[in-house]
């Protein structure tokens, strides 16, 4: 593989000594003398790597390599767009939509029976905010309920655009004027989603999937 274009010589040093999540990196000035670069200039290069995930920094634990994900290379770039109004949240919306259509039959065959225990949990404790008094929006529940269900795919550019789109769905609050029966709805889909997967009628739930994502664009 080629690496011009990735500009960093710390990630170029993370990918030619094969550094695996979980290990512990060399002292900085150890990598700097490696590097052939000033220390100070390897710690940007490190805060750089920090902020993308790809490596976390503690007292006396020291730099560590993280498993890869995808979500803070891009969340900071869509939350600044949506900030601007360079980019519209409805056209992260639709993405999301494509992608959880396009990934459903692969993500729900792997499901677990613990994973369906989790969800009928979630929607349990769902239905106790709508249901309460006063009532609570289940905005943690909303999105524990679809990350869960795509939670055993092995494809983390996938992971991390769901994620990514979880926390601009919040930032939006999109949602926060809804009216109440918004979320009856949006539950009750999610209430027969979850029963179809039980019973494993992927298609059903597919297409209990797809008429529910109408809500958001209707309200």
């Not at 498993?67 to 109004?85: C, E, H, Y």
């Not at 655009?161 to 709805?185: H, M, N």
């Not at 979850?194 to 209990?208: G, I, T």
Request: include cysteine; proline fraction near 5%; glycine fraction near 4%.
């Amino acid at each position: 593989m080629q690496l011009q274009k990735l500009q960093s010589k710390f990630l170029h040093y993370l990918i030619e000594n094969n550094i695996q999540p979980g290990e512990n990196l060399p002292p900085i000035n150890n990598i700097a003398k490696e590097l052939e670069m000033s220390p100070g200039k390897v710690r940007e290069n490190l805060e750089v790597a920090r902020q993308l995930g790809f490596v976390s920094v503690k007292p006396r634990v020291g730099i560590v390599r993280q498993p890869l994900r995808f979500a803070p290379s891009i969340l900071q770039t869509m939350l600044f767009g949506l900030g601007t109004g360079e980019v519209e949240f409805s056209q992260l919306s639709q993405l999301r939509q494509i992608i959880e259509a396009g990934f459903w039959d692969e993500a729900v065959s792997q499901l677990q029976p613990e994973d369906i225990t989790k969800l009928k949990s979630i929607i349990e404790e769902a239905w106790k905010k709508l249901r309460g008094t006063p009532v609570h929006v289940p905005n943690s529940e909303h999105r524990a309920l679809h990350l869960l269900i795509f939670s055993r795919l092995q494809n983390p550019l996938v992971q991390g655009i769901l994620s990514t789109y979880w926390d601009a769905y919040d930032a939006s609050e999109l949602t926060r004027f809804a009216k109440y029966q918004y979320w009856l709805d949006v539950w009750e889909y999610h209430e027969r989603i979850v029963c179809s997967l039980e019973k494993k009628e992927f298609d059903k739930s597919k297409q209990l999937l797809i008429k529910h994502f109408a809500l958001l664009a209707s309200e």
